[in-house]
């Protein structure tokens, strides 16, 4: 493992890895853990901005890129560390600056006791607004440090069904034929896969993609389509081509045109870019028949739980999603999975240098280990 260069908020050498972990500290860490094996009975934050690198340029409705800025976190307690993870992809306007300043404001040290989550997070939530993917980071490293604390995963601690786990989806981007089959060929081993319409080569996208293979396709349109008759006429095509559901189909500032499509709709219609969190739910109702819920949208796991319980009361489908993301935040979503009916945890499956292993993906469906916390263990290379 190379030398981890977090910063430190606390006092204790951040970057210090709990044993168990594959990775071994840098010989200083050692030192000081050595010195303070059972570590500090307070919250200690540390953190560092990292850049993940794309397997391919990832091309949606409005932008291309070929890396994503994350920040990874760490809470020490009492030698024990859980992890966290912001992931800031361009349309949410979080940045490595913005996030690491925010996190410079948290300061966890007046928390004795890592089981006051609510008070955290109410604390974290306080600071400042917005900020969703920064609080998202403190969020994961709590619930993984607390599930690590009393030696349990957190679907158990919320009760939830491993076994219920939904198939989780494999995203093409927008690209040429040639390129969209390559993709599709690749993703032999999924069993639903998602593919990005909006741009002037969605049915194109939509024949390559049935070219190669008659599976279950969801759809993300990331608010490219602006005319609602075209729109519905683009969505009925799509449903007699095993097409599941829509996601974000116009400008989530279209509300009368989205409620008008969602009615006439054959399949369901998702709100992504239009619900970032909580408060914000009780308006989708009427407007989407479902929404898609990502840890840094909403600020973490603790509201990612209650939005998701909170849409099942009203009847509302769920998708778990996730930006692109090493397996620290894809493991935290999905020890929520087993709440949703669909699932698009594929982010880690898209980057070059995943620091981390724990959900995984087989025969197309999550797995979730059976590891304390979210689940996660760090790679040792
Ligand atoms: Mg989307």
Redesign the pocket.
């Known amino acids: 493992m190379k030398k981890r260069e977090f910063i430190k908020f606390g006092g204790l050498a951040a970057g210090a890895l709990i044993a168990g972990c594959t990775a071994s500290p840098a010989g200083e860490d050692k030192m000081k853990r050595s010195a303070n094996k059972r570590g500090s009975s307070v919250l200690k934050l540390s953190f560092r901005p990292y850049e993940l690198q794309l397997k391919h340029v990832f091309t949606v409705a409005s932008s291309s890129r070929t890396t994503t800025p994350v920040v990874l976190t760490e809470i020490e307690y009492e030698g024990v560390i859980g992890y966290g993870e912001a992931s800031m992809p361009p349309y949410l306007g979080e940045s490595h600056k913005s996030v690491t300043e925010f996190l410079s404001k948290v300061n966890l040290e007046q928390f004795s006791d890592p089981f006051l989550i609510e008070d955290i997070l109410d604390y974290v939530e306080n600071i400042m607004p917005g900020n969703y993917a920064a609080k998202a980071a403190v969020d994961i490293a709590l619930h993984d440090l607390t599930g690590k604390l009393v030696g349990q995963p957190w679907f158990r601690l919320w009760g939830l069904n491993p076994v219920k786990t939904p198939f989780t989806s494999f995203t093409i981007g927008i690209d040429t034929p040639d390129v969209v089959t390559e993709k599709t060929k690749e993703a032999d081993v999924y069993s639903i896969l998602k593919v990005k319409l909006g741009r002037d080569n969605d049915r194109e996208m939509i024949e390559t993609v049935r070219s190669v293979t008659g599976k279950p396709v969801y759809v993300?349109v990331?608010q490219g389509w602006k005319d609602k008759e075209k729109a519905l006429e683009m969505i009925q095509w799509l449903s007699e081509r095993n097409v599941i559901f829509v996601?974000?189909p116009m400008p989530k500032e279209q509300k009368d045109d989205i409620a008008w499509l969602t009615e006439r709709s054959p399949v369901p219609i998702l709100a992504?870019?239009a619900l970032q969190t909580l408060p914000e739910l009780l308006g989708m109702r009427g407007l989407y028949t479902g929404i898609?819920v990502k840890l840094m949208k909403c600020g973490g796991m603790n509201a990612a739980y209650k939005m998701m319980t909170m849409a099942r009361q009203m009847g509302m489908k769920i998708l778990i999603?996730c930006m692109t993301e090493t397996s620290c935040a894809i493991s935290a979503a999905a020890q929520l999975s087993p709440l949703a009916d669909w699932a698009d945890l594929d982010g880690n499956l898209l980057i070059s240098n995943d620091l981390y292993e724990g959900a995984t993906i087989v025969d197309g469906k999550v797995t979730l280990p059976d590891r304390p916390g979210i689940g996660i263990t760090v790679r040792s290379s």
Do not use: F, L, S, T
């Open positions: 993300d990331n996601e974000q992504d870019e898609n999603g």
